[in-house]
């Protein structure tokens, strides 16, 4: 069973510093997804990652695959109150590429 | 497109009554997916269907859960007899399986369900 780990859980960070979140699988994939979800509502997908050292960046959020060492990072830089929401990070396993598992989020809350 | 449209948005039931949510997914889209998120188990996938056939289902938790895609643009999710444990966020998402290298599912708004 494919299982996928996020670290931290919770993160608070400080507006104008930089953090990063941490997604570890535990078989081989082809693809991850980072999603992004504000408190009562959907899912939002942020980026797709297909190749070892994959690499995509939208405006303070940049994140990156390496796939060898079955780990993703989700880089913010400069943080700001509207990047406050829960990140996820989920992964396709090779057995069954339209099954998505998801990490359990890591929710961000941005203070002044 | 309106994206993956669910009702109701919420759902506030008395234990033992049935449940059905609804989901209309994206024109075009031919896997359709139903999870569930509550705090401790997080985003749990439920079931999956393909053109309206069901997959995988091993994520049912039990056989109160029961799921059906009669046609290309409506799917289904009861629970009967709903229990308190089933109190949860439903959300359904669909897929074009075309674009699934370049994008993920479109995830509806969800069914906040909550059993008394």
């Known amino acids: 069973e494919l299982k996928v780990e996020q670290n931290p859980l919770f993160l608070s960070m400080q507006e104008g510093k930089n953090y990063t979140i941490y997604c570890n699988y535990s078989?081989?994939?082809?693809?991850l997804y980072w999603y992004r979800q504000d408190p009562g509502k959907s899912l939002e997908s942020l980026f797709v990652?297909?190749?070892?050292?994959a690499v995509k960046q939208e405006g303070r959020l940049m994140a990156s695959l390496d796939t060898k060492a079955r780990l993703s990072t989700l880089h913010i830089t400069a943080a700001v109150h509207d990047l406050s929401a829960t990140y996820f990070c989920?992964?396709?396993?090779?057995?069954?590429?339209?099954?998505?598992?998801f990490g359990a989020g890591t929710t961000v809350t941005v203070r002044a | 497109d309106a994206g993956v449209i669910q009702s109701p948005r919420h759902e506030v039931t008395e234990m033992g009554q049935e449940v059905t949510l609804r989901c209309k997914p994206i024109?075009?889209?031919?896997?359709l997916f139903w999870y569930r998120q509550t705090m401790m188990r997080g985003l749990e996938l439920l079931i999956y269907?393909?053109?309206?056939?069901?997959?995988?289902d091993s994520g049912m938790p039990e056989d109160r859960f029961s799921a059906k895609m009669p046609n290309a643009s409506f799917s289904t999710l009861k629970i009967q007899p709903s229990e308190p444990r089933d109190s949860a966020v439903y959300f359904c998402?669909?897929?074009?399986?075309?674009?699934?290298?370049?994008?993920?599912?479109?995830f509806g708004s969800g069914t906040r369900l909550t059993v008394v």
């Open positions: 989920a992964v396709v396993s090779r057995s069954n590429d339209y099954k998505l598992s």
């Open positions: 078989t081989t994939s082809d693809r």
């Open positions: 990652l297909l190749s070892n050292g």
């Open positions: 024109s075009g889209h031919d896997y």
């Open positions: 269907f393909n053109n309206n056939v069901p997959i995988d």
């Open positions: 998402a669909s897929q074009n399986s075309r674009d699934r290298v370049k994008y993920g599912y479109t």
